[in-house]
């Protein structure tokens, strides 16, 4: 974890802390700003390190961020500010100085560079204020919430953007944030995160944007295509109904991302943007990838996504979906270094890690969520992953399988595993020994080197733990198809598929599962 040092003050800072009414106050040497380090795009072009190895100051309003950015010896001086309670129009004034360039209604990050605003333990919230960063580069924006920013009605912000980035902004990393509005553009609202006018390298990692009609966009017209290379990682997208995101050219990759609840689309590459979108878990949602709204054509790779109850358009002169079975129609290098998490477990991992008040949890791309040392900033928290409920009905009783366990002499991996237990317990033909996840919930597979029919799984649990298994999904991992749903473990029928890998996943348990034997056949 990094842990920037406060160095020492410089004097106009140290009369800002003793000011009470400014609300800033100086924390102790040591204290750290934010852990672990910039993820995706915002580690090129120089890399993302925000206020790393600057003082750090804490603020309780609005004005005393202003203050604490204004106070600095030069606009490029590293800072580090803790931000806790609720920082809103009423707390938040314009102030003045060489080193800034502020605003009274919204946060305003421009023509500065190396700056980490972090949220304290829970998280801070930017109530009804949007965070706007123009002409500024190397910015971190870490465990807070920002909610209900509007364009129209009262009070404005932001231009209506919760987190709005424009004209010539470098190496951004925004994390652990919760972005939210409370309907469209028709109540008031604009996008969640949006970047326009030569925006580049940016990443938005484990953070959760939600009930809004517009996620975000990369380009605010089809022309503005001077934006790109962001990473979208291990978010949640949930009630939204479009731009999520809107991609006008540039490059985008989206990875681990659970998207539940898009209304009209999802991701919308257009206008020659290219976007490789790879493990991301669809659900409950409409044209999820694709272009549409122009006839302006954009492109994506695909691969390892699961598509859960998604519905798709006819194509049209202005609607070209992705779906139903989608297909990459170019290809993406990636300069940088990551792991990806099965799609399966995308929704355990991101429910557990996403947004702020999470404790700045990431996964370490075996599926297993992972809380960073805890600084002052980023306490552990208490388990926030409630147990879903089953995605279909329980299945009547089944022919007993026939012929040959294909499962025996096969591969085997999974989400997790419980101490003392392996993934290839499940195959081996012996009910003593058993495979547990982690948790309480968790995936399980069965793979062979070539393709191979399956039509039926029995799954059998170890003794003692019968009745466990809640609800579950059937997956086949290399097209993101949802082959059953249902409850509780034994056989389970569906239409014969071809495939190198089957996926059992629970995600409802009564307790911690104990598959004992992942049986495969053909019929």
């Excluded at 792991?339 to 477990?345: G, P």
């Amino acid at each position: 974890m990094r842990r920037p040092v406060a160095l020492r003050l410089h004097a106009a800072l140290g009369t800002l802390a003793l000011a009470a009414a400014t609300g800033v106050v100086l924390t102790l040497p040591g204290e750290a700003a934010a852990a672990g380090g910039a993820t995706g795009y915002a580690t090129q072009n120089g890399g993302t390190t925000g206020g790393a190895g600057g003082q750090t100051v804490r603020a309780t309003t609005g004005t005393a961020i202003h203050q604490a950015l204004c106070g600095r010896a030069s606009s490029s001086t590293p800072i580090t500010i803790q931000v806790e309670g609720t920082i809103n129009h009423g707390n938040t004034t314009q102030v003045s100085g060489g080193s800034c360039s502020t605003a009274a209604d919204k946060i305003e990050l421009k023509q500065i560079s190396n700056v980490t605003i972090v949220g304290v333990g829970g998280g801070a919230v930017f109530d009804q204020l949007g965070i706007h960063i123009r002409d500024s580069s190397n910015i971190i924006i870490q465990n807070v919430t920002v909610r209900n920013v509007k364009k129209s009605g009262s009070p404005t912000s932001n231009g209506g953007d919760a987190i709005g980035m424009e004209s010539n902004v470098r190496n951004v990393w925004v994390d652990h944030t919760t972005l939210e509005a409370s309907g469209g553009e028709s109540e008031g609202y604009d996008g969640l995160f949006d970047m326009k006018d030569n925006t580049q390298y940016v990443t938005l990692s484990y953070s959760v944007l939600r009930n809004s009609g517009r996620g975000g966009l990369i380009g605010s017209s089809e022309s503005d295509v001077s934006n790109g290379y962001v990473t979208f990682h291990h978010n949640k997208y949930e009630n939204i109904d479009s731009r999520a995101p809107l991609l006008r050219g540039g490059v985008a990759h989206v990875y681990n991302n659970h998207y539940v609840s898009l209304n009209e689309s999802g991701i919308n590459s257009r206008a020659g943007a290219k976007a490789k979108v790879d493990n991301n878990y669809f659900e409950d949602s409409k044209d999820v990838l694709g272009t549409f709204y122009t006839d302006a054509a954009g492109y994506w790779q695909v691969s390892g996504n699961i598509f859960d109850n998604v519905t798709w358009s006819e194509p049209g002169e202005d609607t070209n979906p992705a779906g139903p079975d989608p297909k990459s129609n170019t290809t993406v290098s990636i300069p940088y270094s990551y792991d990806l998490d099965d799609a399966s477990c995308v929704p355990d991992v991101v429910n557990s890690t996403a947004g702020a008040g999470k404790g700045l949890r990431v996964s370490d791309g075996n599926c297993s969520p992972q809380t960073p040392t805890p600084g002052p900033t980023n306490p552990t928290p208490t388990p926030t992953n409630p147990t879903p409920t089953p995605t279909g009905p329980t299945p009547g009783p089944t022919d007993p399988p026939t012929g040959t366990n294909l499962s025996l002499g096969a591969g085997a991996d999974g989400s997790s595993k419980a101490d003392g237990t392996s993934y290839g317990n499940v195959r081996d033909g012996n009910m003593g020994t058993h495979w547990s996840p982690a948790g309480s919930t968790g995936s399980i597979s069965v793979k062979w080197g070539s393709a191979t029919t399956v039509g039926k799984i029995n799954i059998r649990e170890a003794a003692g733990s019968e009745g466990t298994i809640g609800a579950y999904r059937v997956l086949n991992p290399a097209t993101g198809a949802v082959l059953a749903t249902g409850s509780g473990a034994g056989v389970i029928s569906f239409a014969p598929v071809s495939l190198e890998k089957v996926t059992f996943q629970i995600t409802g348990a009564s307790g911690t599962p104990k598959v004992a034997e992942f049986e495969t056949y053909a019929r």
